[in-house]
């Protein structure tokens, strides 16, 4: 089975959190970059996570999960002991919530991925939830490869995309032309001459 692959806009939406230890302490700091609105259900929590809580950047609710904490949320991550993804997970399914239970592909019904952040560019690795670890080791790989750049490209080809749509160019002729405008831009920097982008 294929897994589709998506991006989420979180802003302003509800994400539930289950678990208090290291694991739901980095998936909250990734969500919070994303901007959800983070509560976190956990009998105890790590001093971090204690923290956000009472600067009043996440709810907390020191206690184990239950089947309402789901209410109003967009997505589930279950970041506690595999018997309690378990029942998170069952409890989400019959809402048609996703979960994303770390480390727990049983239990999950989404996963994460390897991710890699550059320039206005989201890179997203996965290896549908059976080895975290390589998508972490290809993340890395892929980060050493890119170029540092690449805000230079996301602008050319954010200015291309504008152009083509007013002069109605093609979709298929689009990639040909976008490979141009960035060779352009390698050329320049080849040359020297960083401060000249051309359009």
């Given at each position: 089975m294929q897994l589709y692959p998506l991006f989420l806009k979180l802003v302003g939406r509800k994400v539930l959190v289950v678990g208090g230890g290291p694991v739901a302490a980095a998936k909250v700091a990734s969500l919070r970059e994303?901007?959800?609105?983070?509560?976190?259900v956990a009998p105890e929590v790590e001093p971090a996570l204690a923290d956000l809580a009472a600067a009043g950047k996440i709810s907390l609710a020191?206690?184990?999960f239950d089947a309402a904490d789901l209410g109003g949320a967009w997505l589930v991550v279950a970041a506690a002991t595999p018997d309690v993804n378990r029942v998170v997970a069952a409890a989400a399914e019959s809402l048609r919530l996703f979960v994303l239970a770390v480390d727990d592909p049983e239990a999950a019904s989404a996963y994460g991925a390897g991710t890699l952040r550059r320039g206005g560019l989201t890179v997203a690795?996965?290896?549908?939830?059976?080895?975290?670890?390589?998508?972490?080791?290809?993340?890395?790989?892929?980060?050493?490869?890119?170029?540092?750049?690449?805000?230079?490209?996301?602008?050319?080809?954010?200015s291309?995309?504008?152009?083509?749509?007013?002069e109605k160019v093609p979709m298929g002729d689009r990639r040909p032309l976008l490979l141009q405008a960035l060779n352009r831009i390698y050329e320049q920097r080849k040359a020297g001459n960083i401060d000249k982008v051309p359009a």
């Open positions: 994303a901007g959800a609105e983070i509560t976190l020191r206690r184990s690795v996965s290896t549908n939830g059976r080895a975290p670890a390589l998508a972490g080791l290809l993340r890395e790989g892929l980060e050493a490869v890119l170029p540092e750049d690449l805000e230079a490209w996301t602008a050319q080809a954010e291309q995309r504008a152009a083509w749509r007013a």
